[in-house]
């Protein structure tokens, strides 16, 4: 079994500063990774997961992730934060084991606000 | 790829009314999940198919709950009798066979029970 732990629900930052929004899943077998956003009324869009291989993953929008397995953790973060980026993320878990079934299970979002 | 699609986007009912969702996925995805989002929280699992067939149901379907997929192509959600406590975000996405491949979701079905 998977689950996502995302501290804190609301993170504030000024236009220009660096987003940093914190994930820590567990799982008892490799997980595969991911980080979706949400605009209000829409649905979730993919921003970057990772699988194997590198460890720091690239998305879109400038965000990337770093997945660090001694601490669980799969931080997401934005050098420079811009007034589009405000918006709900959502991290997410699924076990790398569970072959053809890629079900994921979210952690409670994280409201992110981008001051000018 | 013209997305995942999803009808109605709204639907205010009165308790004990059946409604129905419908989602098309991506044609080429023969994964199709069923979420439902309440305000604050991140999505849940309800069901999952795998082409036609219904793999895997949470515990959160009730028996209230029934999802189809015939063809294995679009699929529906009906939820009988409704509850106050079913108002929420109903969220389909799809995706293509293999564990890290990514869900794509469509905007969601907001479903008001009064």
């Known amino acids: 079994a998977q689950s996502v732990t995302q501290l804190g629900s609301h993170v504030s930052v000024s236009e220009g500063a660096l987003v940093l929004l914190r994930c820590n899943y567990s799982s008892s077998v490799p997980p595969y990774l991911f980080w979706y956003v949400q605009y209000p009324n829409q649905g979730l869009q993919l921003l970057l997961k990772y699988t194997t291989g590198a460890t720091l993953v690239k998305g879109i929008n400038g965000f990337e992730a770093e997945f660090k397995k001694s601490e669980t953790s799969f931080h997401l973060t934005k050098p420079s934060a811009h007034m589009s980026d405000a918006a709900e993320y959502f991290c997410a878990v699924t076990g790398a084991d569970t072959g053809a079934n890629s079900k994921l299970t979210f952690g409670k979002g994280i409201t992110l606000s981008v001051r000018p | 790829d013209t997305g995942v699609s999803q009808d109605p986007r709204h639907k205010i009912t009165k308790r004990g009314q059946n409604v129905t969702f419908r989602c098309d996925p991506i044609?080429?995805?023969?994964?199709l999940y069923w979420y439902r989002q309440t305000l604050g929280q991140g999505p849940e699992f309800l069901t999952y198919f795998q082409n036609e067939a219904q793999l895997e149901k949470s515990r959160l379907l009730s028996d209230r709950f029934s999802a189809e997929r015939p063809k294995g192509s679009f699929s529906t959600l009906e939820i009988q009798r409704t509850e106050q406590g079913d108002s929420a975000m109903y969220l389909c996405?799809?995706?293509?066979?293999?564990?890290?491949?990514?869900?794509?979701f469509g905007n969601g079905t907001r479903l008001t029970v009064t």
């Open positions: 044609s080429e995805h023969n994964r």
């Open positions: 996405a799809s995706s293509l066979m293999g564990g890290g491949s990514p869900l794509h």
